[in-house]
């Protein structure tokens, strides 16, 4: 399989180099030239696999050429072992078609666990072989720096470092990250905001001489082996629940777009969805836009569904390329518009024909506490505020008669306890494998504000002997 970008003018890679380049050197984004095609028959065979079974079909022709089945199968297998219930994504029922998808059985509790955890296998697998080295700098308000830390601990060729606004995460988020005392992990405590941390890791990767010198790297969410990895659990869920002789219909609390997107990849591929429901919380940039084909960035608040405080959506590019008919110009185009202006107006027969498919529901903290406490209520089913916003907009948006609902859990209750606790009057325990967290020793290093004190800390990390 051969990746093309978004904006149509940088080199067509293989996966290997796409998983290792993350954003293409036109400024776009990589996406396969073809999608893999699976029968409604072969989509049947997939009944009664299992879930990394399930991943090997999916996942196959997206590494063809790079790695061997049997390469892909040790390391799915390895991957998804690690997770705590024995279904990896197990499905729970809300009402008669309706369905909850629990994403938070993996390491950190959160889905971002699915698709990373495969993602820092294959970035040792894929750099061992070329005799490689990386190091990974990232910021975070939260999750992401969590997950990224725990696919990357102790593999032997990658080291990374995770910035975080020191005092701002939750002690949960926090511990999650610092908690880790494995020798490739650094986490910096930086005396400033979230968008501090990103400015200062955006400018260590601009400049070209330091990257290159140290290697540095990313995981974020544009990185394509972090889409292809969430494909499989739109599959192995529809097929639990009938597919392809049921249409589904997925829900999803959004942010980035890559969870939603990885549903609509799954589509192109053969499986019949109806309809996809995208969540937002009061940053909700993406219900306006399917509300009115123009997106219209705007400022961003806090709420109780930090994952989803987004100004833009970085995964979007990928869709549009897709409505644009493949039409890496035009999409070049309008994603420079919207830089310039804050504002792109989708062409009608477009918009037109993403809302025939996508629709989008936003709920603001005190909706989504009451969401929380009426599903606990009613099917005591206990949700963190970002299931809740997918639970609620999927409600919302599914006609019971035409298909099944899919409603995609992202977090597990015990990673937002104030919140859970504030809408049902009960604190989530953490679940057995992280139950020891607020004991366990911390270690992170305080750092300034300041571009050249985090520039020498990387340099002196990256730069040191390994034994
Ligand atoms: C990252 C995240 C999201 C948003 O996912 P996107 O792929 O960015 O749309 C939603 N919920 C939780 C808990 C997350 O960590």
Sequence with gaps: MKYVSTRGNAPV???????????????????????????????????????????????????????????????????????????????????RNQWVLELFHGPTIAFKD??????????????????????I?????????????EACRDRDSIDIVILHPHGRTSDVQRRQMTSVLSDNVRN?????????????????????????????????????????????YYFASAVALGSPDVPMTFSVPTGNFGNVFAGFCAR??????EKFIVGSNSNDILTRFFETGVMNADGVVPTLSPSMDIQVSSNFERLVFHYLGNDGVAVGKLMDEFRATGRMDMPQGAYGAMRELFEGYRYNDDETLAVMKVMRAQT????????????????????????????????????????????????????????DLFERPERFDVIANDLAAVRDYVATFAGRVRT
Aim: a negative charge; one cysteine or more.
């Design 13 to 95: 890679l293989s996966f290997d180099d796409v998983l290792l380049a993350g954003l293409a050197r036109d400024g776009g984004l990589y996406v396969p030239q073809s999608w893999p095609q699976f029968s409604a028959s072969q989509i049947r065979a997939m009944r009664g696999l299992s879930y990394h079974e399930i991943a090997i079909e999916v996942m196959a022709p997206f590494v063809e050429g790079c790695l061997s089945r049997a390469e892909l199968t040790e390391l799915v297998v390895d991957t998804y072992a690690g997770f705590t219930h024995p279904a990896v994504a197990p499905l729970k029922q809300l009402g």
């Design 380 to 435: 005591g089913e206990m949700l963190d505020p970002h299931s809740a916003i997918g639970v609620a907009a999927g409600i919302r948006g599914h006609s019971y008669k035409r298909s099944t609902l899919i409603a995609l859990a992202t977090a597990h209750p015990a990673k937002f306890p104030d919140a859970v606790e504030k809408a049902t009057g009960i604190r989530p325990p953490l679940p057995d494998h992280m139950a």
């Design 114 to 135: 699915y698709a990373l955890q495969l993602v820092g296998r294959l970035f040792d697998h894929v750099l061992k072989k070329r005799g490689q080295h990386v190091t």
């Design 188 to 232: 910096l405590a930086v005396n400033g905001t979230f968008d501090d941390c990103q400015d200062m890791v955006k400018a260590l990767f601009n400049d070209h001489g330091f990257r290159d010198t140290y290697n540095l790297s990313a995981v974020n969410s544009i990185n394509w082996a972090r889409v292809m990895a969430q494909i499989v």
């Design 268 to 273: 192109q591929m053969g499986l019949p969805v």
């Design 137 to 149: 700098v990232g910021a975070t308000s939260g999750d992401t720096g969590s997950a990224a830390i």
